[in-house]
């Protein structure tokens, strides 16, 4: 008799096919979107810009840009025809020519030759530095009354969010750039220490540099990692000592010790690193070293081979910016899933709050030609900037002009000179994310911080352990939220933000390299009368002068 | 060909079968209720990161250890209570509690007691495993289930559902978080998918004990309902029922 296939088995086929089915259906990936191309005329068409004023006839405006490795550009668009060029010309009526093009690293040199050469661009970025000797050599146009006529209110808001960037642009009271604005209390140094770790040895959250050395001297001792062996260090410290990884800056604050910076005290500007304060410092830095809670070869280990150190779980504590946790102290979760930094602000030696240093984000600085007829073009461009990148809320938007999801190597800002940050954008963002996490509704949230709500949400609802840096930076009490505090009340502002002066110039570098070794040697075990006989040499060999003129400049800018 | 009778999931009582889809709606609701409780607080900056983490790991410890024990004697009272393919079903089941038994164990077995690398994915790979340990045999046991021929009707057609239900409830989070990290990261659909995930998860062993308790309850219906008609009698002379 031929073998028939029963119902049941039948129905048991069915069953495994859709199984096969829906198991394929799963594998498939998203619907993957067309192919982004450049944009045209018609995106500006649906776009809701402001722009309360365009030339016409439209005016020719020269300049010139750097373009690296990096910059990336959708099909058939290149540096002089992109969606930032064709915007300038359309909404603004303003022509823009770049006269040469050139890496970032030839940039100065360039501009330099071409200064030289009587060839000065209408419109062009300088640094602090160039900013000085042009105004000097009378090549720059002065900004002051078109900024007062032009500037919009936002330009205005962003430009004065950190109280020394206009300042920084103005030379004898006229404004001669304007500052290419960023965070600057980003650069602040706050504590991080692995959590889980602190978690696994019951240690609560340090409430003082003694706390601090305690950690430190049970995460050497205690086996925090659970290797078994004795393979830990306290306190992660890279060669340079300062920077924004694994700096000892933060270290010295503490003991409110300022180095690399100048603050005011008795009336008059002076050099953190030649300041009393460093020997308690430098002191307790060499007791860890000296009981292996600081690497025996940080005095030779780079960024690098620190951030090896991070990912094999050896190192449990580190000083640095807030960003830190994207990089390197992500790469702790290669070894170790359970891996988790927190940030704490600045713990104090004694019971006066800490207060983290910093400095001015001001590096850069966009200039206008002397003698270029409409100076006033400048603030115009500033103004589309901030009116409608930084302004507006329209995500169509910041996609034309910043770029898109599906292309990200493609960084459309890169594309134009005339780029400035919010210097609160950071804290207001981690701010309003964290409003949205406790009341659990991203709807007021821009896409990129509904992202970013959506990555806290997989670390708290779903478990997703990888999603621990967005916590530690945005989540309830994140980085972000230290940052606040900082600015507020907790901040050390490095008070000198003008171009280097000329004993500066000629002589900082010495006594840098000088004042390196010297922190580098005692943490390393040599006496600490060699950090007096420092503060001696500092000021023989320049660095009186150079705090002469340091406060002279302060005279003039209060 | 001969038309094979149906029976009841359970002889004498299903009682076992009731008590394990009340003990996995139980576990799934505790779990969920804890687990979004313990977020809330964490979320509103009430409790830190830190101890989220722990006070969460080691509740999902303790009350994975128990249920994971509950489960086992319920699957093998489950599969003493059944015959035939039934019975095979309810065995396999059996090993979905090892899911249960692993959660919030998975990472540390997986990564410090077996030495498997975590790809930078620790969570994630050990959230999958433990997933499929228990998703797993529940879909062999409901395709078994949906496939005897000697299964109600009504309980063929709900276990098919439950594939599905079973299925969904595991794999469609773990899709979810593939696209949202490694991907498509920034992708606003995969952000409105992420929303819904967190909701899916919850439903793991919800849904799938309610669909174990609709099955008790529809094989419960069939043997009362059988009885009357006078069908036990071919039944009883077999010593199958009562």
């Not at chain 1, 969010?161 to 206009?166: A, G, I, K, T």
């Not at chain 1, 933000?497 to 000329?502: E, I, Q, Y």
């Not at chain 2, 038994?101 to 410090?112: S, V, Y």
């Amino acid at each position: 008799m031929k073998p028939s296939i029963g119902k049941t088995q039948w129905n048991g086929l069915v069953v495994l096919l859709l199984v096969i089915v829906l198991l394929a259906a799963s594998c498939k990936p998203a619907s993957v979107s067309p192919p982004v191309s450049g944009p045209s005329e018609d995106f500006f068409a649906g776009l809701n810009l402001v722009v309360p004023s365009q030339y016409d006839p439209p005016i020719q405006m020269d300049s010139v840009i750097t373009v690296d490795a990096t910059v990336k550009f959708l099909g058939g668009n290149d540096i002089h025809n992109n969606v930032w060029t064709r915007a300038y010309e359309q909404q603004l009526g303003i022509k823009i020519n770049y006269k040469w093009v050139v890496d970032a690293s030839m940039y100065d040199q360039k501009l330099s030759l071409s200064v030289n050469s009587g060839e000065i661009p209408d419109m062009f970025m300088v640094s602090p530095a160039q900013l000085r000797l042009f105004h000097e050599a009378g090549l720059l146009a002065d900004l002051t009354s078109v900024y007062e006529a032009e500037a919009s209110a936002k330009t205005r808001d962003v430009l004065t969010q950190d109280p020394v960037s206009l300042q920084a642009g103005t030379i004898d009271g006229k404004l001669w750039g304007i500052p290419l604005t960023d965070a600057a209390v980003a650069s602040a140094p706050m504590l991080w220490i692995r959590q889980d770790w602190m978690d696994r040895l019951g240690v609560g959250a340090p409430s003082s540099m003694a706390d601090v050395l305690e950690i430190s001297r049970l995460f050497t001792e205690q086996d925090p990692n659970g290797t078994g062996v004795n393979d830990t260090i306290g306190l992660c410290v890279t060669k340079s000592l300062w920077g924004a990884i694994a700096n000892l800056q933060g270290f010295f604050n503490g003991y409110h010790a300022y180095p690399g910076i100048w603050y005011e005290r008795d009336g008059e500007l002076v050099y953190g690193s030649v300041q009393p304060e460093m020997r308690a410092a430098l002191l307790a830095l060499q007791e860890m070293y000296a009981k292996g809670q600081i690497d025996r070869e940080f005095g030779v280990k780079d960024i690098n081979q620190v951030s090896e150190t991070i990912a094999q779980s050896k190192c449990g504590m580190a000083f640095g910016v807030w960003w830190i946790p994207y990089h390197p102290l992500n790469l702790s979760q290669q070894n170790d899933p359970y891996a988790f930094w927190t940030a704490y602000p600045i713990p104090s030696v004694d019971t006066t709050p800490a207060k983290s240093q910093y400095r001015s984000a001001i590096g850069a600085f966009l200039v206008v030609r002397n003698g270029y007829a409409n100076p006033e073009a400048l603030i115009r461009m500033v103004n589309f900037w901030a009116d409608n990148i930084l302004q507006s809320q329209d995500d169509d938007l910041r996609r034309v002009f910043l770029g898109d999801i599906d292309t990200p190597d493609v960084v459309l800002y890169k594309y134009t000179p005339v780029v400035v940050w919010e210097p609160n954008a950071i804290i207001d963002g981690g701010k309003k994310l964290r409003e949205a996490i406790a009341r659990k509704d991203p709807s007021s949230l821009d896409l990129e911080a509904q992202w970013r709500y959506r990555i806290i949400q997989a670390y708290f609802e779903q478990g997703t352990l990888e999603a621990w840096v967005e916590v530690a930076t945005n989540g309830p009490n994140g980085s972000t939220s230290i940052l606040e505090q900082i600015q507020e009340e907790r901040g050390m502002l490095d008070r000198y933000f003008g171009a280097p002066s000329p004993a500066m110039a000629e002589k900082m570098p010495t006594l840098q390299t000088m004042e390196e070794v010297m922190i580098t040697k005692i943490i390393m075990g040599d006496s600490i009368d060699m950090f007096d006989q420092f503060v001696q040499d500092w000021r023989r060999l320049g660095g009186a002068e150079i705090v002469k003129e340091v406060n002279l400049w302060a005279d003039g800018n209060p | 060909m001969q038309k094979k009778s149906k029976q009841p999931l359970m002889r004498k009582s299903h009682l076992p079968l009731i008590l394990l889809g009340a003990a996995m709606i139980g576990y799934g609701l505790l779990t969920a209720i804890v687990g979004s409780w313990l977020s809330n607080q964490a979320m509103r900056g009430l409790i830190t990161a830190g101890a989220y983490r722990s006070q969460l790991m080691a509740f999902e410890q303790t009350a994975g250890l128990i249920a994971g024990f509950l489960f086992t004697v319920l699957f093998i009272l489950c599969a003493i209570r059944s015959s035939g393919i039934v019975r095979a079903a309810f065995s396999i089941g059996t090993l979905a509690s090892a899911g249960v038994l692993l959660t919030g164990r998975a990472e540390n077995l997986l990564f410090k007691g077996m030495g498997l690398p975590t790809l930078g994915a620790g969570s994630v790979v050990a959230g999958a495993v433990t997933v499929l340990l228990f998703a797993l045999p529940m879909t062999i046991l409901f395709i078994l289930l949906a496939s005897g021929g000697q299964v109600p009707r009504g309980c063929r057609w709900l276990s098919l559902a439950s594939i599905f239900i079973v299925l969904g409830t595991a794999f469609f989070p773990i899709y979810v978080t593939v696209l949202a990290f490694l991907l498509r990261p920034g992708d606003p659909a995969v952000g409105q998918m992420m929303e819904v995930s967190s909701q899916v998860i919850k439903l793991r062993f919800i849904l799938p004990g309610l669909s174990l308790l609709f099955l008790a309850l529809i094989s419960e219906r069939f043997s009362t309902k059988q009885l009357p008609a006078g069908s036990a009698d071919n039944v009883i002379a077999k010593g199958e029922l009562i």
